[in-house]
């Protein structure tokens, strides 16, 4: 019985193990595809509106490749704001 229940935990702990690294690959991943398209997604973020909201996410591009599309592209951050989940929100105004 115990001989039962340490096999059930080992199977259990590999588990969620290789579903944090699948987890962790994905979101690498999905990044790496935000990063290859970056330029086409900024050029179309930063339009030339006055006021830009950017709302990015562990897979959305870096945070350092917003700023410096922002900045290449005429703008400067006006507020930052982020929650405990990864989530943050970017406001920049064209300077």
């Known amino acids: 019985m115990l001989i039962a ?14 579903l944090v690294y699948v987890g ?5 991943s999905d990044q790496k595809k935000a ?8 050029d179309a973020l930063f339009d030339g509106r006055p006021d830009v909201t950017f709302k ?12 410096a599309g ?3 592209r005429g703008y400067r951050l006006a507020h930052q704001g ?3 989940n990864g ?4 406001m920049f105004e064209k300077i």
Do not use: C, P, Q, Y
């Not at 962790?24 to 690498?28: A, D, E, R, S, T």
């Not at 989530?87 to 970017?90: E, I, K, Q, R, S």
């Open 5 to 18: 229940l340490i096999l059930f935990g080992l199977f259990g702990l590999a588990v969620i193990v290789v």
């Open 24 to 28: 962790v690959f994905k979101i690498g």
């Open 35 to 42: 990063e290859a398209s970056a330029a086409a997604t900024l």
């Open 56 to 67: 990015g996410h562990m897979r959305s591009m870096k945070f350092e490749t917003v700023m």
């Open 70 to 72: 922002a900045k290449e």
């Open 82 to 84: 982020g929650d405990t």
């Open 87 to 90: 989530a943050f929100t970017l």
